[in-house]
């Protein structure tokens, strides 16, 4: 059990960092141009990408 709480967490971080990222840059856009991006599917998609990103990160960083 303790495993996957582990991993849960991990992937968790990775959402949050994605989530920040996606506000901020959604954040300059709408400064600059007047544009907004941030929506329902662009947090759905920061939410399956990071944990499709965590299983890529671990892939990766395996094989080197």
Do not use: P, T
């Not at 949050?16 to 947090?43: P, S």
Request: charged content about 20%; hydrophobic content about 55%.
């Amino acid at each position: 059990m303790g495993d996957r709480f582990k991993n849960f967490l991990e992937s968790l971080i990775l959402i949050v960092i994605l989530l920040a990222i996606y506000w901020v840059l959604g954040f300059f856009i709408l400064k600059i141009f007047g544009k907004e991006i941030r929506n329902e599917k662009g947090y759905g998609a920061c939410v399956i990408g990071g944990f499709i990103l965590k299983i890529a990160l671990i892939s990766i960083l395996k094989h080197q």
